[in-house]
């Protein structure tokens, strides 16, 4: 005869209703069952939580884990084992692998690649083209959908929707959000005379913010035309930021710890190609203009836009270095360093990270540590210092740019369907990862 519990923890320090309160969790068949203090009922495991503090998992929204295609670089299982190390408990995986996701049957390949592979839970996105954006009904009811992604500027892989009527039929014709890489191909192809081979500070100059505010503006007002809803990711300019204030009726933002952390040029003369990313890493005023969106209201979560490339590449001379960096694994402690500074409330940064996500997306039964909701749970210990480091890092790229930064909180379990995948800091060989549902 089983316990009643699969798992309780006990003493922990819990993040409910905006607060922290010390109360004992108990979990069954992968739902929180009971929130209670002094729970002595029957478990199959019993985990002393006591000096620890557990919040609701972090839902990455932004991931590019390379599979299939560029699996040197990244896989699901890799990139979904440096999530957990993070106490990443879901993630957001983009459609730019090789071959892109941009039809069911290739959707579906994605789904049969990370069955029983991941270490987190997933979803993904439908990769939006010049020749689908007239079929993207298919998405309607399609298992572990997130949503469409379009990218409207070349990034990395072969995905680009660049004419503005394919643009404005993706955003009319999807049935679900569509998330968009915001930056002007037209203007880009235009602005090449200004990469300096050898500079990488000519990245932000290529990739200005006229840029990324023409194709902002575009799809607000395409947005708006057909009343679908957008979500503009990694969004880097203040401009952007400022415009998109009175569009939140119809447009949500996703910004990224890489453009409220590091600015230009002082973190091109540190790190050169490993800060290279699209868009790109801009100057201090934009880095304020951010925060002051991040603080108003104005975004509504934080994504990592975990985009790995491996050491030798990235050392190659600028423009052949390609553009992005990890952050899957730091994403939760980058925020929580900027909670330590004084820069943003503990409570914004769990909406930003657990509760936006699932509210924006419709995931279900996810973001809150409420009874009847899923087991995901991040947990820390907030009295212990750490230091990212490369070696840390396990993600297949092996490295961070963030290899040095301290914080005085340590990432300590993460539990994943009321599973432990991680605990002490280290992975149980175990993958719970289970697609995302979506209301």
């Given amino acids: 005869?089983?316990?009643?519990?699969?798992?309780?923890?006990?003493?922990?320090?819990?993040?409910?209703?905006?607060?922290?309160?010390?109360?004992?969790?108990?979990?069954?068949?992968?739902?929180?069952?009971?929130?209670?203090?002094?729970?002595?009922?029957?478990?199959?495991?019993?985990?002393?939580?006591?000096?620890?503090?557990?919040?609701?998992?972090?839902?990455?929204?932004?991931?590019?884990?390379?599979?299939?295609?560029?699996?040197?670089?990244?896989?699901l299982e890799s990139g979904s084992k440096s999530a957990v190390l993070g106490g990443v408990t879901s993630v957001f995986e983009m459609p730019n692998t090789s071959p892109p996701t941009d039809s069911p049957e290739r959707f579906q390949q994605k789904l049969d690649l990370a069955k029983d592979r991941m270490h987190c839970n997933y979803a993904f996105y439908y990769g939006a083209t010049e020749n689908n954006s007239v079929n993207?009904?298919?998405?309607?009811?399609?298992?572990?959908?997130?949503?469409v992604k379009m990218f409207v500027g070349s990034s990395t892989g072969n995905l680009l929707v660049k004419e503005d009527k394919y643009i404005e039929q993706v955003i009319k014709n999807s049935p679900r959000i569509v998330s968009v890489h915001s930056e002007d191909e037209n203007m880009l192809e235009a602005n090449k005379d200004k990469i300096i081979e050898g500079d990488v500070k000519t990245?932000?100059?290529?990739?200005?913010?006229?840029?990324?505010?023409?194709?902002?503006?575009?799809?607000?007002?395409?947005?708006?035309?057909?009343?679908?809803?957008?979500?503009?990711?990694?969004?880097?300019?203040?401009?952007?930021?400022?415009?998109?204030?009175?569009?939140?009726?119809?447009?949500?933002?996703?910004?990224?710890?890489?453009?409220?952390?590091?600015?230009?040029?002082?973190?091109?003369?540190?790190?050169?190609?490993?800060?290279?990313?699209?868009?790109?890493?801009?100057?201090?005023?934009?880095?304020?203009?951010?925060?002051?969106?991040?603080?108003?209201?104005?975004?509504?979560?934080?994504?990592?836009?975990?985009?790995?490339?491996?050491?030798?590449?990235?050392?190659?001379?600028?423009?052949?270095?390609?553009?992005?960096?990890?952050?899957?694994?730091?994403?939760?402690?980058?925020?929580?360093?900027?909670?330590?500074?004084?820069?943003?409330?503990l409570s914004k940064v769990i909406s930003l990270l657990s509760e936006n996500p699932c509210k924006l997306f419709g995931i279900e039964k996810r973001g809150f540590i409420q009874e009847g909701f899923y087991a995901d749970l991040t947990v820390v210990d907030m009295n212990k210092e750490f230091v990212i480091t490369n070696d840390w890092i396990a993600s297949n790229c092996k490295w961070t740019p963030y290899d040095g930064w301290k914080l005085p909180a340590t990432p300590t379990g993460t539990i994943v369907n009321g599973n432990v995948s991680v605990w002490d800091g280290k992975l149980v060989e175990t993958k719970y990862g289970k697609p995302l549902k979506f209301s």
């Fill in 1 to 75: 005869m089983s316990n009643k519990y699969s798992l309780l923890i006990k003493n922990a320090e819990c993040y409910i209703d905006q607060n922290l309160i010390l109360t004992d969790i108990a979990i069954k068949d992968n739902i929180i069952s009971k929130i209670s203090e002094n729970i002595d009922d029957s478990a199959d495991r019993i985990l002393d939580a006591k000096g620890l503090s557990i919040f609701p998992g972090i839902v990455d929204t932004q991931v590019h884990f390379r599979e299939p295609g560029n699996t040197k670089k990244e896989n």
């Fill in 136 to 147: 993207l009904d298919v998405t309607k009811n399609l298992e572990g959908c997130c949503g």
């Fill in 203 to 345: 990245h932000y100059v290529w990739r200005n913010v006229e840029t990324a505010m023409s194709s902002t503006k575009k799809l607000a007002n395409y947005a708006k035309n057909h009343n679908k809803r957008v979500h503009i990711l990694h969004i880097s300019t203040k401009d952007e930021m400022e415009f998109l204030r009175d569009y939140k009726d119809i447009v949500s933002v996703e910004v990224i710890p890489n453009h409220l952390s590091l600015f230009a040029p002082d973190c091109y003369d540190k790190k050169g190609t490993f800060v290279q990313m699209n868009p790109p890493v801009r100057e201090k005023e934009h880095m304020d203009g951010i925060w002051k969106g991040v603080l108003d209201g104005t975004v509504d979560v934080i994504g990592s836009d975990h985009a790995p490339h491996t050491i030798e590449e990235k050392l190659q001379t600028y423009p052949a270095s390609p553009s992005g960096m990890p952050g899957v694994q730091t994403i939760f402690l980058l925020m929580l360093k900027h909670f330590f500074d004084g820069k943003i409330e």
